[in-house]
């Protein structure tokens, strides 16, 4: 069965970091584009990144600048660094992925919430 783990997310203010995981089991990562949507409360799911397989990667202007991606292959994890953050960035975090079958697979989703 095809798994996706995301962890990382918490309470965060505004200026601080977080680091998002996403942990596969049954597949290798590097084989495939990775992806990272957010949900916000009230709001749609907005993808906010892309990793190509190739390496390339996309990003949604709300958070260029501020989060990378990064894999580490000898874990199977993706990274989601997040810096530079802002209180609209509050949302459930997913990570995303699509296998040779053309079916997407998809995290349980890791909440992230400002702290006042």
């Known amino acids: 069965q095809v798994q996706l783990v995301e962890s990382g997310g918490g309470l965060v203010q505004p200026g601080g970091s977080l680091r998002l995981s996403c942990a596969a089991s049954?597949?290798?990562?590097?084989?495939?584009?990775i992806g990272w949507f957010r949900q916000a409360p009230g709001k749609e799911r907005e993808g906010i990144l892309c990793n190509g397989k190739d390496g390339s990667t996309y990003y949604a202007n709300s958070v260029k600048g501020r989060f990378t991606i990064s894999r580490d292959n000898a874990k199977n994890t993706v990274y989601l660094q997040m810096n530079s953050l802002k209180p609209e960035d509050t949302a459930v975090y997913y990570c995303?992925?699509?296998?040779?079958?053309?079916?997407?697979?998809w995290g349980q989703g890791t909440q992230v919430t400002f702290s006042s």
């Open positions: 995303w992925t699509i296998l040779d079958n053309d079916k997407p697979y």
């Open positions: 049954t597949f290798t990562l590097d084989n495939y584009a």
